[in-house]
């Protein structure tokens, strides 16, 4: 489908814009008449709230983002954070969730290019990738093909570009069966004075695009990752974007090559809406204007209108300003990587986004109209009430579970094969993890670490939350998500450093909806404050609903660590037959919302777990500080499942049985075990430490508990419980997924 | 020695292989584009993982094609050291420098994960430094490492001992054919492989048990 931009606007194009009538309204006050269909266009993807965050600017605006470290914060392509001896790591988070519901492979594919891209336009060579992931419950018919399609994409594309994708999360639960998420994150290293930003400063400085031709894909992919879906939305497939990981890997080297040279001004990829967005927003930064000609715009296809091609979200481009001069050095870098060069406009001093094609002015727009005057909205919102219960007492009494199957054994089996706690290994290990020979903790510990190439520093990274606990409490269960990264972090021995947050959730239209994002900020914001935790950069995913049908609320947190020593780093791992294992932290038995109760009880019932995070920033220092003198080397954090299943995975992952039971006063198992209280960490280490870090730990008024031993018997046993082999409980974690995936596969009609 | 290593478009080991090269032997080795049509004189020539070309059309079809790699085939030829690694080897049995050829890994998936692998073959300039029969670990990556060749082919292969690292009993991730993961050329002067030893020549990196065979190359190439 072509749009001529001779279609007349009536109030029916306006609304497929996703504009309403006062916005449309607006923007006639704005231009000071009818705007052109290539006008409309532009606004309608600049106004969208994937690009403007008009439901959640003014609640976004409440978060830190500040620390002595930062270099730069929210509002450029990705946040920089600095790493020491010149050093600086650059990322962000992403979402893709619309384009990979309805085409899984390149949805995913195009999310992890789209990521790369935010962060290489800033000078930085990519070093690692993450994703976090949901999908809708097993047994729904669409979900093992979007599972599949979504592993493959982020394999095909990330494993093609050589940059390790080293870990992130999976969950199922039904509110996802018509909104998967897939998030994105991407990590990358530059020197500190080699970053690159999007102020296109200065007039009669040259436009040039570089990259792939531009085609009809992806035209409107802002606007559709701004509305709901509705039955018939995967007629939107047009609209997906297709990836080409082979041209990014080229752009990526020949952007680093012409980075090494000074002839930059300013670069941005053209991500969501394409080449519109890209200048508009470098114009905006640099305060100046643009002035562009489509008649030069590389182009794949015949017969493109001015409005095909400011639409388009053809992928693998990028936009650049140049120093007037450089053309031709930047075209023989480009031309080497056989990639397109075009030089298609020129910055101006008339602050305005100004269009050609064809010899006729085809758009003309105030820069200001497409960036500050675009709407934002104090929505209204309302906080509804949270879930309460099953909270655990100081002194451990017995619930209603203790009615149900009291074998615990069998119930961490149980547990530890369930969809959300399985071994993902049938995911990771369709991810190149390794290449860049710099991962030194792969998937499967608390957080993924990567060295600093020719240095011993690592960077670790972790991305997180729980979206179940956000759905009870979406205040407490979105400062838990920013806990348990900063806990992960910490789990390794690296300083957490900051984060992106990918703020996944419904309709903000719906009060009880807004009421859930502003909680979620407000609980991020708090966290991140007590943790010295800034938010550098992130994204913003609404309208992730089917039918009317919210996902649960899902905040997802991607933090970054720094690690002086990654001889240090510690492991989840056990490590030899005879250490003591400790508990840093209070076990207060806390089952609300716990995958004991789900899986176990078969309810999702109860309080989230309270996040002190005074608390776990105390019990996260005496850990980490442990780890950085050198004295202890293996720890987990304790989180979904609570203190069984973590010793579980310890003894899996270091193959060393062990021996525990319960601690101190309490006498209910149960709680005991699966309770999912916060700010915990488990320990391992030779018994011969033990009596003075358990003293040091009191010292400094921290909840230690000393819980048991490792030793040489395969066996994982529970005092006064019984015992089961490590190898059982192995078949049981590892065999859920590939078991899942190979299963009689339902039809999809599509 | 002098090594040098080929960068096709979309090379992406080709890092990895220059930082455990210069570990290894002291030296950085030349990093030569695909389009040059000289490789410069150098005693070994590695040919890197990755996908060249975004392997689009058969894996390597394209890169053997390349300037690089005609002048390759007839350093080769003389009697120069070639290693191809991964994508390396898929180029050289694309470039008829190896026999055989790399298929679809038989899970149909890309994998990704440590290997035992057996040294089936010390008598060569790359595993002279290992035990025979020594069982190492070395990671692979790859969507088309399954190994096959017609019957004659593995027979010879395997009777004039050139077959010089399998994956051990068990552990053939891809499906390969009698379980090779590694191969010589009848000359013994070219070995491609799909494990990357390049990954485990490092503590950190959970091995080094990649180190012994650019130990190799160093001791027998000076």
């Known amino acids: 489908m072509t749009h001529q931009n001779s279609r007349p606007i009536t109030l029916e194009v306006v609304r497929e814009h996703g504009l309403s009538p006062e916005e449309y309204g607006r923007i006639q006050q704005l231009l000071g008449r009818e705007p052109s269909l290539v006008e409309l266009g532009i606004f309608s993807v600049m106004w969208s709230e994937h690009c403007s965050y008009k439901s959640t600017r003014v609640h976004l605006r409440k978060l830190p983002t500040t620390a002595p470290w930062v270099i730069q914060g929210p509002g450029e392509n990705a946040g920089v954070i600095d790493i020491g001896d010149g050093d600086s790591c650059i990322f962000k988070m992403e979402s893709h969730n619309h384009p990979s519901f309805i085409e899984p492979y390149q949805g995913a594919a195009t999310g992890v290019g789209g990521i790369m891209r935010d962060v290489f336009t800033m000078g930085a060579r990519p070093i690692a990738m993450m994703n976090a992931l949901r999908f809708g419950e097993p047994d729904h018919p669409k979900t093992r093909h979007l599972v599949d399609g979504v592993v493959r994409g982020i394999g095909g594309y990330g494993n093609c570009m050589g940059v390790p994708t080293v870990g992130g999360e999976v969950n199922f639960h039904r509110s996802y069966n018509g909104n998967i998420l897939v998030n994105a994150m991407c990590v990358g290293l530059a020197r500190t004075d080699k970053i690159f930003k999007s102020a296109a400063k200065g007039a009669g400085n040259p436009v040039v695009y570089v990259g792939s031709k531009t085609g009809r894909d992806g035209i409107h992919g802002a606007t559709m990752a701004s509305a709901e879906f509705s039955e018939d939305s995967e007629e939107k497939r047009p609209t997906v974007q297709v990836g080409d990981p082979f041209t990014e890997k080229l752009l990526l080297e020949a952007c680093l090559e012409l980075m090494a040279t000074d002839a930059i001004v300013a670069i941005q990829d053209m991500g969501a809406a394409g080449l519109t967005s890209s200048s508009a927003e470098m ?4 305060g100046s204007g643009i002035e562009l000609d489509l008649d030069r715009v590389p182009q794949r296809e015949a017969e493109m209108t001015a409005y095909d091609m400011m639409l388009s979200e053809s992928q693998e481009r990028m936009l650049a300003v140049l120093k007037p001069g450089r053309e031709g050095e930047a075209e023989r870098i480009f031309r080497k990587w056989e990639l397109d060069f075009a030089v298609i406009g020129v910055t101006t001093d008339t602050h305005r986004l100004v269009v050609k094609h064809k010899g006729d002015v085809v758009a003309d727009i105030p820069v200001h109209a497409l960036s500050e005057e675009a709407p934002r909205y104090e929505r209204p919102y309302q906080k509804r009430p949270v879930a309460i219960g099953l909270t655990g007492e100081t002194k451990i009494v017995p619930g209603p579970y203790s009615l149900a199957n009291r074998d615990i054994l069998r119930s961490l089996s149980t547990i530890l094969s369930s969809p959300d706690m399985a071994s993902r290994r049938w995911v990771w290990e369709q991810y190149d993890h390794t290449v860049m020979a710099d991962t030194v903790q792969i998937p499967g510990g608390d957080a993924a670490v990567v060295r600093v190439r020719g240095t011993n520093k690592g960077l670790a990274i972790t991305t997180d939350v729980s979206p179940r606990y956000c759905k009870a409490d979406p205040y407490e269960g979105a400062k838990q998500a920013v806990a348990e990264a900063w806990r992960n972090i910490t789990a390794v021995g690296a300083r957490p450093l900051a984060v992106t947050d990918n703020l996944n959730y419904g309709n903000p239209e719906k009060p009880e909806i807004m009421g859930e994002i502003v909680a979620g900020v407000d609980g991020i914001g708090e966290a991140c404050r007590a943790l010295d935790f800034p938010v550098i950069g992130g994204n913003c995913s609404l309208y992730n609903e089917t039918n009317g049908e919210g996902i649960l609320p899902t905040p997802a947190i991607g933090g970054v660590g720094l690690m002086a020593d990654v001889h240090r780093m510690a492991t989840i791992a056990l490590k030899r037959a005879s250490d003591a294992i400790i508990v840093i932290g209070e076990t207060r038995g806390h089952l609300g919302q716990s995958i004991f109760m789900r899986e176990i009880q078969h309810t999702e019932a109860g309080a989230c777990p309270p996040v002190d995070l005074a608390t776990e920033k105390k019990n996260g220092d005496f850990v980490r500080k442990l780890i950085e003198d050198g004295r202890v080397d293996t720890v987990h954090d304790v989180s979904d499942g609570g203190l069984l299943v973590a010793l579980a995975e310890m003894a899996l992952a270091g193959n060393i049985g062990l021996e525990v039971g ?29 009596q003075d870090i358990l003293d040091e730990a009191r010292g400094h008024g921290i909840f230690v508990t000393a819980l048991g031993k490792t030793h040489a018997a ?22 859920w997924f590939p078991n899942y995936m190979a299963s009689e596969e339902v039809p999809v009609t599509n | 020695m002098k090594s040098a290593v080929v960068v096709f478009p979309a090379s992406n080991c080709d890092r990895d292989a220059a930082v455990a090269l210069e570990q290894v032997t002291g030296n950085k080795p030349h990093m030569v584009w695909h389009a040059d049509s000289e490789i410069p004189d150098v005693d070994l020539i590695v040919l890197p993982g990755g996908f060249a070309y975004g392997d689009y059309l058969r894996s390597g079809a394209m890169a053997a094609l390349s300037n690089a790699m005609r002048d390759v085939i007839e350093k080769a030829q003389k009697g ?38 057996e040294v089936t073959e010390t008598q060569s300039v790359f595993t002279r430094k290992y035990d025979s029969g020594q069982r190492v670990t070395f990671p692979v990556a790859n969507g088309e490492g399954n190994y096959t060749a017609d019957d004659d082919t593995l027979d010879r292969l395997e009777g004039e001992g050139r077959v010089v690292f399998r994956y051990a009993e068990g552990e053939n991730p891809n499906g390969s054919a009698r379980n090779i993961a590694g191969i010589l050329n009848e000359k013994r002067n070219v070995l491609g492989l799909m494990p990357h030893p390049e990954r485990v020549c490092d503590p950190l990196l959970g091995g080094t048990d990649g180190r012994a065979l650019f130990e190799s190359l160093l001791e027998g190439l000076g």
Do not use: W
């Open chain 2, 80 to 117: 120069v050291t070639v290693l191809g690694i991964c994508n390396g080897f898929q180029v050289l049995c694309e470039s008829r420098l190896l026999p055989g050829a790399l298929m679809r890994n038989a899970g149909l998936k890309f994998t990704c994960r440590g290997v035992g692998l």
């Open chain 1, 662 to 690: 319960i601690a101190g006063e309490t006498t209910e198992s149960i709680p005991f075990f699966f309770g999912e209280d916060q700010a915990r960490y488990i320990l391992a280490l030779p018994a011969e430490r033990t």
């Open chain 1, 714 to 735: 395969k066996t994982l046993r529970v005092t006064d419980e019984g015992e089961i082999p490590l190898s059982q409980l192995r078949t049981a974690h590892e065999s």
């Open chain 1, 283 to 286: 114009a905006d930064k640099g």
